[in-house]
């Protein structure tokens, strides 16, 4: 395999230590040229240090890490980087820290004012000609975007990238993201499912240092998510439906949602494999209640539903031996 | 830790923003201010010191009467006391200051060799000291001049050359200290070398041969007199390329 056909990132048996923690505990992880990949977790999965290690800013324990079939070090000038929380000289302006960021890729003066002109522009600081030190979250982190990309990076490293913006920031950073599908390899971590389902073809679900599943989108939600949902809702008080399904056999789990502005009354949602017989039944206990029904809805599984019963789900000594790569295919 | 990045890849940018950052943040009025404070008032003060001596113990104490000497011998004392000191202040977060506040990250992910990220640091302050010692000395030798009736510069340079390379050793021994510890930590162990050095300077032998007779030779040359050169800027000029190894060295292998 050359270097060209080699995958954008590709990790293998990664392990980390921090002193007695154990940070990444064999990662193995393949994303392919052009792909948009969500890398999830919850806070301390280790998502970050994942990233750490792909930019060579820190050391693997054990395993191997290749950027474009070569050492990432060596890889930096085909890479644009994002971290958690930017730093910048707040005594420079946006575009002096971009001109700066691209003389640091020795761009020529023609290519980096062209690109600075015009990631100001995507990142809505143009006309913005104060200093950074007085910037907000939401800017920084955008001109965090815009240097990121002013080498027009063959991967595009994001850590959290829309955790400090609000609604529309974050709509606009993740039309970015999509955008370059195909064009540059996007690998981003977030815990913020919703940005990965939008825009992402490709997700890893890390937790305590593992991967817990890989691969096409649609493919580990359907892997992964286990039974259908089904969401009820009555015209009063769901205690008695709910302990009614309990008896159920076609019933696997049953939630209770307490009434709240939002969802206006009380919902059960019940997890089932028997959609049908789940049509059939909960008609006829809702009428044995005297109730009436006011929502019935089959809910198509989600990302969510796979990241909360992975995550919360107990440790599997079996499991435990496998490696990911073994256990849910090499993520392509 | 930093892959097959040219050695020194970078090292003009990041040059042009360590220069551009002192004259565009308080960096620049710090030691040039302090330097220009001490020209101006070394001389002022080597000139009155008499009266303002007579005014304190009688005007019929018999004190010699003051040279251009005087003048040489305040500006030297104020270099190698003070003006290590604030070196010693300023520069002991350059590069952990960098880590602390992430730029140092958005700065190493691109293709810029960590050496030349310090080396950078080490170069603009040194252009910076040189700078503000090169405008003090001419100060002190102007307002000089002014107050006494005959001047001779030599002395004042050689002393001035001296001290800069004492000074280039606390750059490259802060800089080198911030790339493993924190600003307040380097400021401890830089300030604990002082320390050391002065202690050394006691034995004869090591005021001989090694940098801790720098701060003696600076006084020395100032005050025109005889005293060994070679040996303390020497050695002082390999403890400088030996701080910038270890530097250069603990940077490359921290994990950021």
Not at chain 1, 31 to 54: I, Q
Not at chain 1, 78 to 100: Q, T
Not at chain 2, 14 to 22: A, F, Q, S, V
Not at chain 2, 134 to 154: E, H, S
Request: net charge neutral.
């Amino acid at each position: 395999m050359t270097a060209s056909e080699a995958p954008a990132v590709e990790i293998r048996g990664l392990a980390k230590h921090y002193g007695p923690v154990r940070a990444l505990d064999g990662v193995d992880l393949t994303v392919e040229h052009g792909s948009v990949f969500g890398f999830v977790g919850p806070n301390g999965a280790g998502k970050t240090t994942t990233l750490r290690v792909l930019l060579g800013l820190a050391r693997a324990d054990a395993g191997s890490v290749r950027v474009f079939g070569g050492e990432p070090g060596a890889m930096r000038r085909r890479i644009g980087f994002l971290p958690d929380v930017p730093g910048y000289y707040s005594w420079m302006r946006a575009d002096e820290f971009l001109r700066f960021a691209g003389s640091l890729f020795s761009l020529d003066s023609d290519t980096l004012e062209a690109r600075v002109r015009a990631l100001l522009d995507m990142s809505g600081l143009g006309g913005v000609n104060t200093r950074i030190g007085g910037y907000s979250r939401g800017m920084r982190q955008r001109l965090g975007i815009a240097q990121a990309l002013i080498n027009a990076p063959d991967l595009l490293l994001l850590d959290e990238p829309t955790s400090a913006l609000d609604p529309i920031g974050r709509k606009d950073v993740l039309d970015m993201i999509a955008e370059l599908r195909g064009r540059t390899t996007v690998l981003f971590s977030t815990h913020i499912l919703g940005d990965v389902e939008r825009v992402c073809d490709h997700v890893a679900v890390l937790d305590h240092g593992r991967i817990r599943a890989v691969g096409p989108l649609d493919e580990v939600v359907s892997r992964h998510a286990g039974a259908q949902r089904v969401v009820v809702q009555l015209d009063g008080d769901a205690g008695d439906l709910a302990e009614r399904l309990a008896g159920e056999t076609w019933v696997e789990t049953i939630t209770r949602a307490l009434p709240t502005a939002s969802n206006g009354g009380d919902l059960v949602e019940i997890a089932t494999d028997d959609i049908p017989r789940a049509r059939r039944r909960l008609p006829v206990l809702v009428a044995e209640l005297g109730a009436g029904l006011v929502r019935f809805e089959v809910r198509q599984p989600s990302l969510e539903d796979v990241f909360v019963s992975l995550v919360t789900a107990e440790p599997d000594p079996g499991r435990a031996e496998r490696r990911p790569a073994e256990s849910e295919g090499n993520g392509r | 830790m930093s892959g097959s990045i040219g050695t020194l890849a970078g090292f003009g940018t990041l040059l042009r923003k360590e220069l551009t950052e002192i004259r565009r943040t308080w960096r620049w009025l710090v030691l040039p201010g302090l330097l220009l404070f001490f020209a101006v008032t070394g001389p002022v003060g080597a000139r009155l010191s008499p009266e303002l001596l007579r005014s304190v113990i009688g005007t019929d104490a018999n004190l010699p009467t003051p040279t251009y000497l005087d003048s040489w011998a305040q500006w030297t004392k104020n270099l190698t006391q003070l003006g290590v000191f604030v070196l010693l202040g300023t520069l002991g977060g350059s590069v952990s200051g960098e880590v602390r506040q992430g730029t140092a990250l958005l700065v190493l992910t691109k293709p810029v060799s960590r050496a030349a990220f310090l080396l950078a640091k080490v170069v603009a302050n040194a252009v910076l000291v040189l700078v503000a010692a090169l405008v003090g000395t001419l100060v002190t030798w102007a307002i000089t001049i002014a107050l006494f009736p005959t001047v001779d510069a030599g002395p004042l340079l050689r002393a001035t050359a001296a001290w800069l390379v004492l000074a280039g050793l606390v750059i490259c021994l802060m800089v080198a200290l911030s790339a493993r510890f924190s600003a307040l930590g380097s400021v401890g162990y830089g300030f604990g070398a002082i320390i050391v050095l002065s202690l050394l300077s006691l034995w004869g032998p090591a005021t001989r041969w090694t940098p801790a007779g720098l701060s003696a030779t600076v006084a020395r040359l100032g005050a025109d007199q005889s005293t060994p050169v070679l040996w303390p800027v020497l050695t002082t000029i390999v403890l400088m390329a030996v701080c910038l190894l270890l530097g250069v060295r603990t940077l490359a292998r921290r994990e950021l």
